[in-house]
């Protein structure tokens, strides 16, 4: 059940970023997903079709994208995205996770239709 406060503040961001664009239908919405997030898609996109009734949001596309966490070696300090492995690709250290990557769920770009054209944005990173 953890994709329903998710959901709603997903709304929440989108109505108010439709309404300072005055958007009046979102079809499609990309979101990135941290890789250690337990964020379903599917349940997402479920929640979202039951929330969304009635809002500018009914009927938009989720489209997921998984980012991955990034980690940082204890021997060289470089950090780098999880990928396969968790040693440092340059020396081969071992790694510790970089606090708060690879969780949460973020809006990368939407598209949207206003009164007269076609509109697609994206929002800054972090919100
Ligand atoms: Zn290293």
């Known amino acids: 059940m953890h994709e329903l406060p998710a959901v709603l503040n997903l709304l929440d961001t989108m109505e ?12 499609r919405i990309d979101l990135k997903i941290g890789e250690l997030s337990d964020l379903v898609d599917d349940c997402i996109q479920l929640y979202f079709d039951m929330a969304s009734e009635g809002t500018v949001c009914e009927g938009a596309k989720l489209v997921f994208t998984r980012e991955p966490a990034q980690l940082r070696c204890t021997s060289c300090g470089c950090t780098f995205p999880h990928e396969t492995s968790f040693d440092c690709p340059r020396c081969g250290g ?10 949460g769920c973020e809006i990368v770009r939407f598209q949207g239709e206003d009164d007269t054209i076609g509109w697609q944005g994206s929002l800054p990173e972090g919100g």
């Not at 108010?16 to 079809?27: F, G, S």
């Not at 071992?94 to 969780?103: A, I, N, P, Q, Y």
């Open 16 to 27: 108010k970023t439709a309404r300072e664009h005055n958007i009046r239908r979102v079809t």
């Open 94 to 103: 071992k790694t510790t996770l970089v606090r708060g990557t690879g969780s």
